[in-house]
T-cell receptor, first 115, second 113 residues
């Protein structure tokens, strides 16, 4: 079974609107971490936001927020007020427990922001 | 402060040739990782290191070897390259484990013909 599932291969959003990128995960561990990364066309991976499994509040970082629904095993990324520079691939990732070799990435969502 | 750097940026190999990819970080991070990124598959962990002199296997270690002789460097070796190893390779480092994000290098695009 897939550890991280991103069901939206590509999405479009109008500039200045909000957009939600979906991510569901599969783990039986109680302790885990969820991450979102951005990969622009230049190729580098940029860390955006982190949510721990025991965190009760949803994580926020500027225009990014993580909608964490533990019972549904979902960790959706919300980008508010989209900008043209947000056009990129977005990857959801999970670290299971403290295991260094259990770090999984989803297949990504390509976001295009339209002017 | 350069962060994480990788050399080379691009490389073309013939089947059976060998090469070493170098990753260097100047953030004094204990943990370092090598990933490969294939189209439509996200990143997969090849090998990782939890400190100088230590290495361990990740999800897809076959065909690769690694060494961490110095804390700041993490080398990925391909002894006999195969076309299936055509990919983009990313190195990353982190200060901690579960809650600390990984800092990525710019990637190395490797083509094996």
């Amino acid at each position: 079974a897939q550890k991280i599932t991103q069901t939206q291969p590509g999405m479009f959003v109008q500039e200045k609107e909000a957009v939600t990128l979906d991510c569901t995960y599969d783990t039986s561990d109680q302790s885990y971490g969820l991450f979102w990364y951005k990969q622009p066309s230049s190729g580098e991976m940029i860390f955006l936001i982190y949510q721990g499994s025991y965190d009760e509040q949803n994580a926020t970082e500027g225009r990014y927020s993580l909608n964490f629904q533990k019972a549904r095993k979902s960790a959706n990324l919300v980008i508010s007020a989209s900008q043209l520079g947000d056009s990129a691939m977005y990857f959801c990732a999970m670290r299971e427990g403290g295991n260094f070799n259990k770090f999984y990435f989803g297949s990504g969502t390509k976001l295009n922001v339209k002017p | 402060n350069a962060g994480v750097t990788q050399t080379p940026k691009f490389r073309v190999l013939k089947t059976g040739q060998s090469m070493t990819l170098l990753c260097a970080q100047d953030m004094n991070h204990e943990y370092m990782y090598w990933y490969r990124q294939d189209p439509g598959m996200g990143l997969r962990l090849i090998h990782y290191s939890v400190g100088e002199g230590t290495t361990a296997k990740g999800e897809v270690p076959d065909g690769y070897n690694v060494s961490r002789l110095k804390k700041q460097n993490f080398l990925l070796g391909l002894e006999s390259a195969a076309p299936s190893q055509t990919s983009v390779y990313f190195c990353a480092s982190s200060y901690g484990t579960v809650s600390y994000e990984q800092y990525f290098g710019p990637g190395t695009r490797l083509t094996v013909t």
